[in-house]
């Protein structure tokens, strides 16, 4: 690469009006650690709104099981296959599954989630925190995501060129990345970095047709938060509701939201009509973004 290369994205301007432009039906959207939590509830509201769903979980049985309850429950087309998200040979198998399938179809993966993600076993100062607990949230998070991207990212630029419509990653980022959470030092870290790749995905990859979108799912009721002590004071009001996730995340798939890319949004907070609105507004270069100086 010979190009001197700059410290910082400046992220592109022009999509402040945009329109939908995904086809659902030709479509695979493909959802880390889809199989339970806010992973199975995205897989159903795509699976319900045409995309063929690819789901993910560290166990193929329980993948595959997810996917069978996901196509009859909604009707729709859903496959599932395991995944270690920080192991690469893992990876690779899911990308050969994958465009096997595109293949098979003739649907072309312009969807990837990258939902799948760990949080401390414990909450408190760091150094009370179990080191494999520490490493595993990292391997997930970080290395999860860098090679997810690292793999996919060629399947989504070349699906984009053959069809002529952007293909689109969303991160399940978090309020920890975007603010900190002192108790979940490493977790926030973590989701803290995913800025820093996405910079990286539209400076390399708009031009190319590619997408990336930090949303925060707000706090939906699940296993895992409900285990959080942090999260102990929260009655039923206080979540933020699966809808308010799926819909802002069906909305980001659509294009409606091309003009975040680069940037966080958070369900519970954003709609996809105040986004639009703001984007129409104009968006600075440092807008919803983690950037200091």
């Known amino acids: 690469m010979s190009e001197k290369l700059p410290y910082g994205t400046h992220?592109?301007?022009?999509d402040g009006a945009a329109e939908a432009t995904a086809v659902p039906a030709e479509t695979i959207a493909l959802i880390t650690g889809g199989a339970r939590g806010i992973g199975r509830h995205l897989a159903e509201a795509?699976?319900?709104a045409s995309y063929r769903v690819v789901v993910t979980?560290?166990?193929a049985i329980k993948a595959r099981e997810a996917a069978a309850e996901i196509a009859g429950a909604t009707?729709?087309?859903a496959t599932g296959l395991g995944l270690t998200v920080d192991d690469a040979g893992s990876v690779a198998e899911l990308k050969a599954a994958v465009t096997g399938l595109e293949a098979e179809t003739g649907q072309r993966l312009q969807v990837l989630v990258n939902?799948?993600?760990?949080?401390e076993s414990t909450e408190g100062p760091l150094w009370d925190a179990d080191p494999e607990s520490l490493a595993g949230v990292v391997g997930a998070n970080v290395l999860g995501v860098a090679l997810m991207v690292n793999a996919f990212a060629p399947v989504l630029i070349a699906a984009a060129e053959a069809t002529g419509r952007p293909s689109r990653i969303i991160d399940l980022n978090s309020g920890s990345g975007a603010t900190g959470t002192p108790a979940y030092a490493v977790y926030s870290a973590s989701k803290a970095s995913l800025f820093r790749i996405a910079d990286s995905v539209v400076h390399f990859g708009h031009d190319r047709g590619l997408r990336i979108f930090e949303m925060a799912p707000g706090v939906v009721e699940t296993a895992m938060t409900k285990s959080m002590p942090v999260h102990d004071f929260r009655t039923e009001g206080d979540w933020t509701t699966p809808e308010q996730v799926t819909g802002l995340a069906l909305a980001l798939a659509s294009g409606s939201l091309d003009a975040f890319t680069g940037r966080y949004i958070r369900a519970g907070a954003d709609t996809e009509e105040s986004l639009r609105a703001e984007a129409a507004a104009g968006l600075s270069d440092s807008t919803r973004r983690l950037v200091l100086g």
Do not use: H
């Not at 992220?11 to 022009?14: D, H, T, Y």
């Not at 939902?115 to 949080?119: E, P, Q, V």
């Open 46 to 48: 795509f699976s319900r």
């Open 115 to 119: 939902n799948a993600g760990r949080i």
């Open 57 to 59: 979980a560290t166990s």
């Open 11 to 14: 992220l592109p301007a022009g």
């Open 75 to 77: 009707g729709g087309k």
